[in-house]
């Protein structure tokens, strides 16, 4: 089964878009999470800094400011635009449930997931810090090649 998310305004994004880029997955929550608003100038700095090397953040929100479980459908375009982040924001369609079965969320936020180029998990990591540990292994990711070049 494909992980697929939301954009604002219903658009459906997977992950398999994303295949051949390093991606640091960070799972975040709304302002009551303090540790989520630290970490996000975090990930956008090292977005910045090392997109054009094949880097992707991704912010993937489970819950908003309600602090109910739920996201708002304008969610996304919210934190993205209160934090100044340039890459992708988005939302669950079955919310935190769906990331709880699977076995990778166990309800602490931010959680931090670290997926090389073939996007297996090569670092996870809860609470402050993720967007930290995570960078210091993406130079190796980034120099790995696709299997197959």
């Known amino acids: 089964k494909r992980a697929e998310f939301l954009l604002s305004q219903g658009q459906t994004v997977s992950l398999d878009q994303l295949y051949g880029q390093v991606v640091v997955l960070e799972l975040t929550a709304g302002e009551f999470c303090t540790l989520c608003v630290q970490s996000a100038p975090a990930g956008q700095a ?25 996201v708002g459908e304008d969610f996304p375009a919210t934190w993205a635009e209160r934090h100044g982040l340039a890459f992708p924001t988005l939302q669950s369609p079955s919310g935190a449930s769906s990331l709880f079965e699977a076995g990778v969320y166990t309800g602490r936020i931010p959680l931090t997931l670290l997926l090389d180029r073939t996007h297996v998990v ?26 197959g070049e």
């Open 46 to 70: 090292l977005y910045q800094a090392r997109r054009a090397d094949g880097l992707m953040v991704v912010h993937l929100l489970v819950d908003d400011d309600t602090r109910d479980g739920d």
């Open 122 to 147: 090569r670092g996870m990591w809860e609470g402050a810090g993720g967007i930290g540990n995570a960078e210091d292994d993406v130079d190796a990711l980034l120099g790995a090649p696709l299997p």
